[in-house]
């Protein structure tokens, strides 16, 4: 690292930090201010930021590092995502609007009743801390480290106590326009170094002339280790759902639009910005197998940082598009959780605490987190060096009980809350025996067939499986209990009524058709983009 280098580092923060701090300015003491940015976020906004907040640290390390070994198969996770982005703003936005509820847990406890808000709000922060602040910080760590020299609490305390400071002060709006800011240093650092990289290489001609035709295939063999194509097909969409659709971390800047319209367009253009990860994400991997030969495991983009690849000046632009993703992505986490905690628990525990009383708890509850994630630190040098794969799993064993509970809940009025508690119970504790047996390694305990089967079968097969499991259990209970009130949860149910909310109700009738027209040939367009990149790359 050059002087200049230094200087555009250090410029990033300073960016970022004043940004943060402008947003926090002037603004009133309001819990839905500071949890939703007021309900007033535009399209813009919302599309920049849902792909800054998606893109953290380990998708550089762990797409680079699944790309160097395995190819672009890896890829199909990021497009996969541009089908459950449309089916949150087509489909899913107008019900979140409608409903003016600040988590997606206070949404089930709606939906069905207050033990599904408390598990999934529960669940939601556990996640947070296993997947996103610990994965985060170590893949973080592994780049800084290469580059900088830093060691892992270091970089660590540095990224935490940083994002932390604006998101406390500042709240929901801070971390979104921060995260706009920081989706440009992303964007611009990945395509600059993929370039540089393609150059040396000789372009995808030299890739191909270099590489087995097995990395250029997107789907493997159903008995592929990691991406099996029915796994690919049925299983990844699983996860999708749950991550785009029900997840706080995603679906709070849906939950902060100002209208329908600008959900859905905002959906729409975080669809567009997805199709990049496949060309400046996982492509570097392929690179790095091209130029490091015999690399192995998350070293692919480390390498390509640390190396003699980028000049000087450069270098510094790419180190600071990767900390832009992890900042953005540790912020959202933080004022997600803080929602989470002040809005679906203290809030249960406390009805009548007032706005400042409610303020102060979120306040200390972002603080909390930072703390929290420091203290994981000693946590994150034992994560798995395939992480990208390691933080899938974990996801593949959370999720689909959620993704069953939600999608079924919300297109079938039948499902009760005594089928939605009995589906996250059992899927849950399901979920977390493979999580638990796949961390302690208990097969010396667990020998007979079935429990090696069921530590062994792969976690997208596994997530197939848990998804069926759950909608098995739910829809039986449901049919066997008496069903809810439907007056109770119409508003919260998949319908032509909902559906047909497309902006807000002073919007005139010909803007409406006009915004939906446009949405429409967007989401053609999007579709036509995709499949023609899929037609002349692969």
Request: charged content about 10%.
């Amino acid at each position: 690292m050059e002087y200049i280098d230094l200087v555009i580092i250090f410029g990033y923060f300073v960016t970022v930090m004043f940004v943060g701090l402008y947003y926090a300015q002037n603004k009133d003491e309001a819990v839905e201010d500071y949890f939703l940015a007021g309900r007033n976020l535009g399209w813009i906004a919302i599309g920049v930021s849902l792909f800054a907040t998606n893109i953290s640290s380990e998708h550089f390390i762990g797409l680079a590092g699944m790309g160097s070994t395995r190819g672009f198969a890896v890829g199909l996770f990021e497009w996969l995502a541009i089908f459950a982005l449309m089916l949150l703003g087509w489909v899913f936005s107008p019900i979140f609007i409608k409903s003016k509820v600040f988590t997606t847990p206070e949404f089930f406890g709606k939906r069905f009743n207050r033990g599904t808000q408390m598990y999934l709000s529960g669940i939601s922060i556990f996640s947070y801390i296993l997947t996103k602040v610990t994965v985060s910080l170590f893949a973080g760590g592994l780049l800084l480290h290469a580059i900088l020299g830093w060691d892992m609490y270091t970089s660590a305390v540095i990224m935490l106590v940083l994002t932390g400071i604006y998101t406390i002060i500042g709240g929901y709006r801070s971390v979104v326009y921060t995260s706009v800011v920081q989706a440009v240093f992303l964007i611009l650092g990945a395509l600059v170094l993929t370039g540089f990289g393609l150059s040396e290489v000789g372009g995808f001609s030299g890739m191909e002339k270099e590489l087995s035709a097995d990395y250029f295939s997107l789907f493997k063999p159903l008995s592929d280790p990691n991406f099996p194509w029915i796994g690919i097909v049925f299983g990844a969409p699983i996860l999708a759902v749950w991550y785009w659709c029900t997840d706080q971390y995603i679906v709070q800047r849906i939950l902060s639009a100002k209208d329908v319209n600008a959900a859905r367009r905002g959906t729409l253009l975080a669809g567009f910005l997805k199709i990049l990860p496949m060309f400046i994400l996982v492509l570097p991997g392929l690179i790095a197998a091209v130029l490091y030969p015999g690399i192995t495991g998350d070293e692919a983009y480390p390498k390509l940082l640390a190396g003699n690849l980028l000049p000087t000046g450069i270098k510094g632009l790419v180190v600071a598009g990767v900390l832009a993703a992890l900042m953005s992505s540790l912020a959202a986490c933080f004022i997600s959780t803080s929602t989470l905690f002040t809005m679906d628990f203290y809030r249960h525990f406390q009805p009548t605490a007032s706005e400042k009383k409610l303020m102060l708890i979120a306040r200390l509850a972002t603080t909390a987190m930072v703390v929290i994630g420091i203290l994981c630190i000693p946590v994150v040098k034992i994560l798995s060096s395939q992480i990208y794969i390691s933080l899938q799993g974990i996801q593949a064993y959370i999720s689909p009980p959620i993704a069953a509970v939600f999608l079924l809940g919300t297109f079938w009025k039948r499902i009760n809350e005594k089928g939605a508690i009995w589906a996250l119970g059992i899927g849950g504790i399901t979920g977390i025996s493979r999580l638990t047996m796949e961390w302690f390694d208990n097969t010396w305990f667990f020998n007979s067939i079935g429990m090696q089967w069921f530590y062994q079968i792969n976690f997208l097969h596994f997530a197939i499986l848990l998804f069926g499991l759950s909608i098995m259990v739910m829809t039986l209970v449901s049919i066997l209990t008496t069903t809810q009130y439907p007056g109770k949860i119409k508003d919260y149910i998949v319908s032509s009524t909902n559906l047909s909310i497309l902006g807000s109700e002073e919007t005139p009738s010909f803007s409406l058709r006009q915004n939906n027209r446009l949405n429409i040939i967007l989401s053609g367009t999007l579709l036509f983009v995709l499949i023609g990149i899929w037609k002349i790359f692969f």
